[in-house]
């Protein structure tokens, strides 16, 4: 069988962030040589550009506690439907963010043609503020609240469902920062966290197999790929980076175990910040880890 096509779809949006710049992350990863890095896999790569989102400038912020959050909803509306167009084709849709607020977008045009599903989410940071927790406004610390339907009327839209994931099917792995709030709601849905404490413990593989198990059996299976994960000694241009995080080859085992696998619906890449890179390094990780969730292997 020749390999799923992939469907590559850009979200330029940075108003879920609370620093300018990662709206140009698409275009930083595209030019890190995504493309040819695909087709090399034996993959056809279907381009379907950016969906753009409005700078910051003529944004209306609205209130403080979810700034944006209606700009953000209309642009993850548009990533929604490429996403479903991507499938209906056959395609795995791969979207390059963007802030992590476009995750919205991918898990709910997943959702709308699936149901519910899951959701591997590889992130130093848990995302799972509400409007009422989140001490900075930032959607972007909200979304994975908002995908499970916690996050309130002002996330809800005709382009996906109420609930776009599952906790009993999400996994949180190399977290390292949360707060209070991230804490009192993980404890009462009983999401599984992997945080680099238990990755020093058990190992990479050991706790990628785990987080795996727990997103089988969903309508669908996401990974979501947030770059600040990584120790920011590799992934400089990133937003929120926090000291202590996955090395290089963890970071490229973590996707090759994706690839293994073998149950990947959908894919975004996020928060890579090209004004805050050096020389586009950040861009060219995620290149390659896109390539090892992939299939990408050494021999």
Do not use: K
């Not at 400038?57 to 953000?72: H, L, P, T």
């Not at 992590?100 to 799972?128: E, F, Q």
């Not at 949180?172 to 707060?179: N, S």
């Amino acid at each position: 069988m020749e390999p799923q096509p992939v469907a590559v779809i850009g979200a330029s949006l940075d108003l879920g962030a609370g620093r300018r710049g990662v709206d140009m992350g698409p275009s930083a990863i595209r030019y890190a040589g995504l493309d040819a890095r695909i087709r090399g896999l034996g993959r056809a790569y279907h381009d379907r550009g950016n969906v753009e989102g409005p700078v910051v400038e003529v944004a209306e912020q609205g209130s403080a506690d979810a700034r944006y959050v209606a700009d953000i909803v209309t642009v993850c509306e548009g990533v929604a439907d490429q996403v479903a167009a991507s499938v209906a084709m056959g395609a795995l849709p791969v979207v390059l963010g963007g802030d992590h607020s476009v995750a919205l977008g991918t898990v709910g045009g997943m959702a709308r043609l699936r149901g519910p599903g899951g959701a591997l989410w590889i992130d130093a940071h848990g995302d799972l503020n509400t409007p009422e927790t989140s001490p900075s406004g930032n959607v972007h610390g909200m979304v994975l609240a908002a995908a499970l339907g916690l996050g309130g009327d002002r996330f809800a839209s005709a382009a996906w469902p109420r609930q776009s994931l599952l906790p009993q099917h999400v996994a949180l792995l190399g977290t390292r920062e949360l707060d209070p709030g991230e804490r009192a709601l993980i404890d009462d849905l009983g999401i599984l966290v992997l945080t680099m404490s238990d990755i020093d413990r058990i190992g990479i593989a050991d706790a990628m197999n785990r987080a795996l198990v727990r997103v089988m059996g969903a309508a669908f299976a996401h990974v979501s790929l947030d770059l600040d994960v990584v120790d920011p000694e590799q992934a400089p241009g990133v937003g929120t980076p926090v000291p202590g995080g996955l090395s290089f080859r963890e970071a490229h085992l973590a996707m090759e175990i994706v690839a293994e696998w073998g149950q990947l619906d959908s894919l975004d890449v996020v928060e890579v910040n090209p004004i805050l890179d050096r020389e586009n390094r950040t861009g060219r990780l995620a290149v390659e880890l896109v390539a090892s969730a992939l299939g990408a292997r050494i021999l």
